[in-house]
């Protein structure tokens, strides 16, 4: 069975992906701040809840930990974090300490 990864899955976009690649038979890896929302929960097929923060390293460690010994054919980095003022930052240049 083929498995994705999606972060920022509790709403919009991340939400309809998990929902669609569930409904197709894909173990989906659900990851959001609050993985115990009611959104998510609806989601029927073979889905696990994580907890991510993409801002925090050590949450981005812990799911790293937890996931370390599963395969993930895709991942669907839908999360977006606030950073630099529009038109400041570059590519790639996050401060994870704001």
């Known amino acids: 069975m083929p498995s ?5 899955a509790s709403r919009g976009l991340g939400l309809e992906f998990a929902r669609q ?3 197709d ?7 959001t701040r609050d993985p115990d929302g009611a959104a998510l929960k609806a989601v029927g097929g073979q889905i696990s809840r994580h907890r991510l923060d993409v801002t925090d390293p050590d949450q981005i460690s812990a799911l790293a930990g937890v996931l370390k010994d599963e395969a993930i054919d895709v991942l669907i980095n839908n999360s977006g974090i606030y950073g630099q003022p529009r038109g400041r930052g570059a590519w790639g ?6």
């Open 25 to 31: 038979g894909w173990r989906v890896m659900a990851c």
């Open 93 to 98: 240049d996050i401060d994870y300490a704001i």
């Open 21 to 23: 690649f569930a409904g």
């Open 4 to 8: 994705v990864l999606i972060t920022g």
